[in-house]
């Protein structure tokens, strides 16, 4: 359809096509011209090809029809008279979804404060002079007016920005390796084996009304092979050892880990779109950060629950309920555990970086209901008591630390079985945090978790409350995650809009490939980061898959920090390929002279029956 | 649900019920059959006969429907199941599928006419962007019986979601090909169609076969598909509804309405009429013609419009009459409706006389119509009503 003089302006560098069939002599107006926005549907459906000496909307505009055309047509330079001596020449050089430049490191002058506003305080003599400058300002909590006065405009100064860079907190983690797991009459640790209170599966039974059996399974590496029911997640085992959730110390396991599976009583598995029940070593993705490491122990727990609870709410609830019986006996032994068991200790620094650019990573988390729900905020890493669920907090935004992410304080309730859905053990090893929260060019603010309710209404709500949020924050730039894909596109596309919107440059991310193709888009979704990995860009139910690893997160960073350095990110190409993903990570390594390592995707594995018959019928 | 289906709802004579009062009949049950040309016709509703007359038979559906039918029976062939499912051509003219298509085209062509010509008609359209492949197979099933080497799908460009959904469908195959067609009315006309497709210029009353081509609409394309795969009678028909009612100004689509329902039943289902209001047209705008809150939908229905109302003019008409708009009938309840008399009538330069109707000789090429004026004036017009598509 004809465009408009506003909308030839925008898109002045895009092809010129004629929308209908014009006659020689016409003049060439926006009326003439196809939206540039369906030309690529056009040129998909076969209905157009455009030649290499296709013209610009910017360079027809005003000149004449030589020959009449009919619709469809891409104006050509025979074809018109009159051009206008545009800079046609000016020819992208980088076939890519972004520019090869790096962010200047620049250091930004802090906005608003000039140096006459500083508030100097000369003392030239005194004795035993304490100022107590508190952080926040409130009123009414100086005695003497005089030196209230002071102290506000000491702590506006510091609040702007202060030019030091400063650890804002740490977060130690302490591993026990763990190389055995077996049943025993209690549940202890010792030395490098765990015994699991063997009638403890009773009591994680009886916890639950709608648990009607539970079987706690060992599996060592070489039962990999062995048929599970669909995994729901796969958790670490830690608990605090000082300290509340993203500070002070935790203890954690090293070589086993949870994992939570289970069906209804009629043999139907608990999932929705998807389940990744079937031999382990088919349908799990080790070594990703949701996903069992090969080589872990999995102590695995079989949940039967109600027939037809497997699609409600409390039935995949009591599943994880029944299940953390279990852990937290573990973990009370393992906050227990003699020190010298300790094999290896980690320190993660969250730091402010005076003058860099602030960032938040915003994490959309399942909050549809059913089995799409997350616990927030448990008492113990990954646990769920003390936690609230998203979906009875209404999905709104959290903020929460990167720390708070990296301790566990999302026991992840999601239906785990598709290949895009992140586990428990995801965040407490989420790449992305991670990564940005060490760049050194970045002052990671915090995280952002936003759950995705399933009606649009409310998809719309707790958006807008985002950008509140983001907007509070005063960041200069943002990254936006999901997970699954479809219905939370929705929201997702609004997140970014709502950030957008707000003029600070945002980065989203998301399995896309072919299956998960973007259902709806707004023009602030201009950087995208596809978490696919799968060889045929699909939803292949291999645990893990595509989800964020660390290569996604990479790829996320250089790309925002080029848009905060105000480069154009070139459009994608309008079909699925593998190829712009490679393309950018090449540009990444050549500027930054590091090599990233690309995570290997299903082809790695024998191919389970699921595959073959449904997935990749071409193999 | 009550339907009353119509004996004649095709070209032809009426065909002849093959049920009884007081009956009880399944939804897809055959109710009546031509004796000559014309068209099997079968009930749209699981229900009880309520009525036989000439002119129709009435049902009165059960409260519970559900979407089985009764299958059309076994056949050897693929124009034998057109036949038996009773297609029509439900772009409006309604002739007996199976009669055009019972040629060989010795490697001509096909055209899927999906011009969707009249204004505010989008069911078409709808059609094409939810369900490409329903009318593709049915191309290519006309192609197969008509011996056709080549099709076309005719489409105005400005109905770029339809024309890209199917278009992508048939993006590998070389026999299928899509042709645009000018945005006027009526580029629709089978014989417009040809001018821009083909390039051949068909005098009037010829019809398309002179130049080795079918020209058939998407919907019936459809109906042909549903028949042969499905083994499904046409007992439904996809229409829009537009005009003076809350929640359609700009048409509103239904898919498969039963054959038989009110219109005022399928106003209900739209929203509140929009007081006052001229008239109810069945069909396009164009070449609707009156109906009331108790016509039906038939098998070429494509639209219910609520008019405007007429605005008053008592003075002496001149009318001025075309094949492709309004003709003397229509145009003369038009000004009978606003007050007016008629004073005078004419045709279009156009009009040709051929058997004992009048076609036009170029449609869509409109001639200056001043000498047709001056006349009218001359016969006491103080005001013409033309039925003209250009002015």
């Given at each position: 359809?004809?465009?408009?003089?506003?909308?030839?302006?925008?898109?002045?560098?895009?092809?010129?096509?004629?929308?209908?069939?014009?006659?020689?002599?016409?003049?060439?107006?926006?009326?003439?011209?196809?939206?540039?926005?369906?030309?690529?549907?056009?040129?998909?459906?076969?209905?157009?090809?455009?030649?290499?000496?296709?013209?610009?909307?910017?360079?027809?505009?005003?000149?004449?029809?030589?020959?009449?055309?009919?619709?469809?047509?891409?104006?050509?330079?025979?074809?018109?008279?009159?051009?206008?001596?545009?800079?046609?020449?000016?020819?992208?050089?980088?076939?890519?979804?972004?520019?090869?430049?790096?962010?200047?490191?620049?250091?930004?002058?802090?906005?608003?404060?000039?140096?006459?506003?500083?508030?100097?305080?000369?003392?030239?003599?005194?004795?035993?002079?304490?100022?107590?400058?508190?952080?926040?300002?409130?009123?009414?909590?100086?005695?003497?007016?005089?030196?209230?006065?002071?102290?506000?405009?000491?702590?506006?100064?510091?609040?702007?920005?202060?030019?030091?860079?400063?650890?804002?907190r740490?977060l130690?983690?302490?591993?026990?390796?763990?190389?055995?797991?077996?049943?025993?009459?209690?549940?202890?640790?010792?030395?490098?084996?765990?015994?699991?209170?063997?009638?403890?599966?009773?009591?994680?039974?009886?916890?639950?009304?709608?648990?009607?059996?539970?079987?706690?399974?060992?599996?060592?590496?070489?039962?990999?092979?062995?048929?599970?029911?669909?995994?729901?997640?796969?958790?670490?085992?830690?608990?605090?050892?000082?300290g509340g959730l993203g500070e002070?110390?935790t203890?954690?396991?090293?070589?086993?880990?949870?994992?939570?599976?289970?069906?209804?009583?009629?043999?139907?598995?608990?999932?929705?779109?998807?389940?990744?029940?079937?031999?382990?070593?088919?349908?799990?993705?080790?070594?990703?950060?949701?996903?069992?490491?090969?080589?872990?122990?999995?102590?695995?727990?079989?949940?039967?629950?109600?027939?037809?609870?497997?699609?409600?709410?409390?039935?995949?609830?009591?599943?994880?309920?029944?299940?953390?019986?279990?852990?937290?006996?573990?973990?009370?032994?393992?906050?227990?555990?003699?020190?010298?068991?300790?094999?290896?200790?980690?320190?993660f620094?969250q730091?402010?970086?005076?003058?860099?650019?602030?960032?938040?990573?915003?994490?959309?988390?399942?909050?549809?209901?059913?089995?799409?729900?997350?616990?927030i905020m448990p008492?113990?890493p990954?646990?769920?008591?003390?936690?609230?669920?998203?979906?009875?907090?209404?999905?709104?935004?959290i903020v929460v630390t990167p720390l708070q992410i990296l301790d566990g304080c999302i026991?992840?309730?999601?239906?785990?079985?598709?290949?895009?859905?992140?586990?428990?053990?995801?965040y407490f090893?989420e790449?992305?945090v991670?990564?940005?929260?060490?760049?050194?060019?970045?002052?990671?603010?915090a995280v952002?978790l936003?759950?995705?309710?399933?009606?649009?209404?409310?998809?719309?709500?707790?958006?807008?409350?985002?950008?509140?949020?983001?907007?509070?924050?005063?960041?200069?730039?943002?990254?936006?995650?999901?997970?699954?894909?479809?219905?939370?596109?929705?929201?997702?596309?609004?997140?970014?809009?709502?950030?957008?919107?707000?003029?600070?440059?945002?980065?989203?991310?998301?399995?896309?490939?072919?299956?998960?193709?973007?259902?709806?888009?707004?023009?602030?979704?201009?950087?995208?980061?596809?978490?696919?990995?799968?060889?045929?860009?699909?939803?292949?139910?291999?645990?893990?898959?595509?989800?964020?690893?660390?290569?996604?997160?990479?790829?996320?960073?250089?790309?925002?920090?080029?848009?905060?350095?105000?480069?154009?990110?070139?459009?994608?190409?309008?079909?699925?390929?593998?190829?712009?993903?490679?393309?950018?990570?090449?540009?990444?390594?050549?500027?930054?002279?590091?090599?990233?390592?690309?995570?290997?995707?299903?082809?790695?594995?024998?191919?389970?029956?699921?595959?073959?018959?449904?997935?990749?019928?071409?193999? | 649900?009550?339907?009353?289906?119509?004996?004649?709802?095709?070209?032809?004579?009426?065909?002849?019920?093959?049920?009884?009062?007081?009956?009880?009949?399944?939804?897809?049950?055959?109710?009546?059959?031509?004796?000559?040309?014309?068209?099997?016709?079968?009930?749209?509703?699981?229900?009880?006969?309520?009525?036989?007359?000439?002119?129709?038979?009435?049902?009165?559906?059960?409260?519970?429907?559900?979407?089985?039918?009764?299958?059309?029976?076994?056949?050897?062939?693929?124009?034998?199941?057109?036949?038996?499912?009773?297609?029509?051509?439900?772009?409006?003219?309604?002739?007996?599928?199976?009669?055009?298509?019972?040629?060989?085209?010795?490697?001509?062509?096909?055209?899927?006419?999906?011009?969707?010509?009249?204004?505010?008609?989008?069911?078409?359209?709808?059609?094409?962007?939810?369900?490409?492949?329903?009318?593709?197979?049915?191309?290519?099933?006309?192609?197969?019986?008509?011996?056709?080497?080549?099709?076309?799908?005719?489409?105005?460009?400005?109905?770029?979601?339809?024309?890209?959904?199917?278009?992508?469908?048939?993006?590998?195959?070389?026999?299928?090909?899509?042709?645009?067609?000018?945005?006027?009315?009526?580029?629709?006309?089978?014989?417009?169609?040809?001018?821009?497709?083909?390039?051949?210029?068909?005098?009037?009353?010829?019809?398309?076969?002179?130049?080795?081509?079918?020209?058939?609409?998407?919907?019936?394309?459809?109906?042909?598909?549903?028949?042969?795969?499905?083994?499904?009678?046409?007992?439904?028909?996809?229409?829009?509804?537009?005009?003076?009612?809350?929640?359609?100004?700009?048409?509103?689509?239904?898919?498969?309405?039963?054959?038989?329902?009110?219109?005022?039943?399928?106003?209900?289902?739209?929203?509140?009429?929009?007081?006052?209001?001229?008239?109810?047209?069945?069909?396009?705008?164009?070449?609707?013609?009156?109906?009331?809150?108790?016509?039906?939908?038939?098998?070429?229905?494509?639209?219910?419009?609520?008019?405007?109302?007429?605005?008053?003019?008592?003075?002496?008409?001149?009318?001025?009459?075309?094949?492709?708009?309004?003709?003397?009938?229509?145009?003369?309840?038009?000004?009978?409706?606003?007050?007016?008399?008629?004073?005078?009538?004419?045709?279009?330069?156009?009009?040709?006389?051929?058997?004992?109707?009048?076609?036009?000789?170029?449609?869509?090429?409109?001639?200056?119509?001043?000498?047709?004026?001056?006349?009218?004036?001359?016969?006491?017009?103080?005001?013409?009503?033309?039925?003209?598509?250009?002015?």
């Open positions: 359809m004809a465009i408009t003089a506003e909308e030839a302006r925008e898109h002045k560098d895009e092809f010129a096509i004629t929308c209908c069939r014009f006659e020689a002599g016409e003049e060439i107006k926006p009326s003439n011209l196809e939206d540039p926005n369906i030309v690529p549907d056009l040129e998909d459906s076969g209905l157009l090809e455009i030649p290499e000496n296709c013209l610009k909307i910017g360079e027809v505009l005003g000149a004449k029809l030589k020959v009449t055309v009919d619709a469809l047509t891409p104006l050509t330079p025979d074809l018109v008279e009159g051009l206008k001596e545009t800079v046609a020449e000016k020819k992208e050089e980088v076939e890519e979804s972004f520019k090869e430049k790096e962010v200047e490191e620049r250091v930004v002058p802090i906005k608003g404060i000039r140096d006459s506003e500083y508030v100097r305080i000369h003392i030239g003599e005194g004795k035993d002079i304490n100022l107590d400058i508190p952080v926040c300002i409130s009123q009414g909590f100086g005695a003497d007016t005089k030196s209230e006065n002071i102290v506000k405009d000491s702590a506006l100064e510091l609040k702007e920005d202060s030019d030091e860079d400063k650890i804002i740490t130690t983690r302490k591993h026990f390796e763990i190389d055995e797991v077996k049943f025993g009459d209690e549940t202890k640790i010792q030395g490098t084996t765990l015994y699991i209170r063997e009638n403890i599966v009773e009591e994680a039974i009886d916890s639950q009304d709608l648990v009607t059996n539970i079987e706690l399974d060992i599996i060592t590496p070489d039962r990999y092979g062995e048929y599970s029911n669909t995994i729901m997640d796969v958790q670490p085992i830690a608990v605090k050892e000082e002070g110390i203890r954690v396991i090293d070589g086993a880990v949870v994992v939570v599976t289970g069906t209804d009583e009629k043999g139907v598995q608990i999932g929705e779109f998807g389940s990744s029940e079937g031999e382990i070593d088919r349908n799990v993705l080790f070594n990703r950060p949701g996903s069992p490491d090969d080589g872990d122990i999995l102590i695995k727990t079989n949940v039967t629950i109600k027939e037809g609870k497997n699609m409600e709410r409390p039935g995949p609830m009591a599943a994880h309920r029944a299940t953390d019986v279990i852990t937290q006996e573990i973990r009370e032994v393992l906050k227990k555990a003699d020190e010298e068991l300790i094999v290896n200790e980690e320190e620094v730091k402010h970086r005076a003058k860099r650019k602030k960032v938040v990573i915003v994490k959309e988390i399942m909050g549809q209901g059913a089995m799409h729900d997350n616990f008492d113990e990954v646990g769920t008591l003390g936690a609230k669920a998203n979906v009875d907090l209404g999905n709104v935004p026991h992840a309730l999601t239906c785990i079985g598709p290949a895009s859905k992140e586990t428990s053990r995801h090893r790449p992305l991670l990564e940005t929260m060490n760049d050194e060019d970045i002052d990671l603010l952002v936003v759950g995705s309710p399933q009606a649009n209404n409310e998809k719309f709500y707790v958006s807008r409350l985002l950008g509140t949020t983001v907007e509070a924050m005063n960041v200069d730039g943002a990254i936006v995650t999901t997970e699954g894909f479809g219905n939370n596109h929705i929201d997702f596309a609004s997140h970014i809009e709502e950030i957008g919107k707000r003029d600070i440059p945002v980065v989203g991310m998301t399995f896309s490939g072919v299956q998960g193709e973007l259902v709806v888009g707004n023009k602030y979704m201009d950087a995208m980061i596809d978490l696919n990995k799968s060889r045929q860009g699909i939803e292949n139910e291999i645990l893990s898959n595509n989800c964020l690893t660390k290569e996604d997160a990479k790829r996320a960073l250089a790309m925002l920090k080029a848009k905060m350095a105000g480069e154009t990110i070139k459009k994608a190409e309008r079909k699925w390929s593998s190829d712009i993903k490679m393309n950018n990570i090449a540009l990444i390594e050549k500027a930054t002279g590091e090599k990233i390592e690309l995570e290997p995707n299903e082809t790695l594995l024998k191919m389970s029956e699921k595959r073959k018959k449904i997935y990749e019928k071409d193999k | 649900m009550n339907v009353k289906i119509y004996l004649r709802q095709h070209v032809g004579v009426a065909s002849t019920p093959t049920v009884e009062e007081n009956e009880e009949v399944l939804r897809g049950q055959l109710i009546a059959k031509p004796k000559g040309l014309g068209s099997n016709i079968h009930s749209s509703v699981h229900g009880v006969v309520k009525k036989v007359s000439k002119d129709f038979i009435e049902i009165d559906g059960f409260d519970k429907q559900n979407e089985e039918f009764v299958k059309i029976k076994e056949t050897d062939n693929y124009l034998e199941a057109i036949k038996e499912a009773g297609v029509v051509g439900a772009g409006g003219a309604g002739f007996p599928t199976h009669v055009k298509l019972d040629t060989s085209l010795k490697g001509g062509y096909v055209i899927a006419n999906a011009a969707e010509c009249e204004p505010t008609l989008e069911h078409n359209m709808k059609l094409l962007e939810e369900d490409p492949e329903v009318v593709i197979r049915g191309l290519k099933y006309v192609m197969k019986i008509t011996n056709a080497s080549k099709a076309f799908i005719v489409i105005k460009p400005k109905n770029k979601k339809a024309m890209i959904s199917i278009a992508r469908k048939i993006k590998e195959n070389r026999k299928i090909e899509i042709k645009f067609l000018p945005d006027l009315y009526p580029s629709g006309d089978e014989r417009v169609i040809l001018r821009e497709v083909l390039g051949v210029e068909l005098e009037p009353g010829k019809l398309p076969l002179e130049a080795n081509a079918v020209v058939c609409n998407v919907e019936t394309l459809k109906n042909i598909t549903l028949a042969i795969e499905d083994r499904k009678p046409v007992i439904e028909k996809d229409i829009t509804i537009g005009g003076k009612i809350e929640g359609a100004k700009n048409g509103k689509v239904f898919l498969n309405v039963p054959i038989g329902v009110s219109t005022e039943s399928m106003i209900n289902k739209t929203g509140e009429v929009i007081k006052p209001y001229g008239e109810i047209i069945m069909g396009g705008a164009f070449t609707g013609s009156r109906g009331n809150l108790n016509s039906t939908i038939t098998k070429t229905t494509g639209g219910i419009a609520i008019t405007e109302s007429f605005p008053t003019a008592k003075t002496s008409f001149g009318i001025l009459a075309c094949e492709c708009g309004a003709q003397e009938e229509r145009l003369e309840e038009i000004a009978a409706e606003m007050g007016g008399e008629v004073v005078a009538s004419t045709k279009c330069a156009r009009m040709v006389k051929v058997g004992n109707q009048y076609k036009c000789e170029k449609p869509g090429v409109c001639p200056g119509q001043a000498k047709k004026i001056l006349e009218l004036k001359k016969n006491g017009a103080k005001a013409v009503l033309v039925g003209t598509c250009q002015d």
